[in-house]
């Protein structure tokens, strides 16, 4: 998350964020110290396991880390798989540059 961390202040005014933790049904504290951790701007919410299985029902890759890039109408503009922040970067100035088209 820490790369993340990073391109969510550099694209502060034109994209929003949301982290979805997973797994951390044991200790409901986890998501305040990964965010406190990386000085992360952005909101991040932790699911229980029953949610957290259908949530994950909808990933494509069934991998964990995977970022969404989703436009202002709700659909998947595109999955990445992993946290390498230029992969980040890349991908939304890429659909940054499609939707201001």
């Known amino acids: 998350m820490p790369g993340l961390a990073l391109i ?5 005014d034109s994209v929003g964020f949301l982290t979805i933790l997973v797994g951390i049904e044991d200790d409901r504290n986890a998501a305040v110290r990964i965010t406190e951790s990386v000085n992360a701007s952005f909101v991040t919410v932790g699911l229980n396991e029953s949610v957290a299985e259908s949530f994950l029902r909808h990933f494509e890759s069934g991998y964990i ?8 109408d709700g659909n998947i503009i ?4 992993g946290g390498d922040a230029d992969i980040y970067r890349l991908a ?9 088209d």
Request: proline share 4%.
């Open 8 to 12: 969510a202040e550099e694209f502060n």
């Open 65 to 72: 880390p995977e970022t969404l890039l989703i436009d202002g």
């Open 78 to 81: 595109e999955s990445i798989v």
């Open 92 to 100: 939304i100035e890429n659909a940054l540059s499609t939707v201001r």
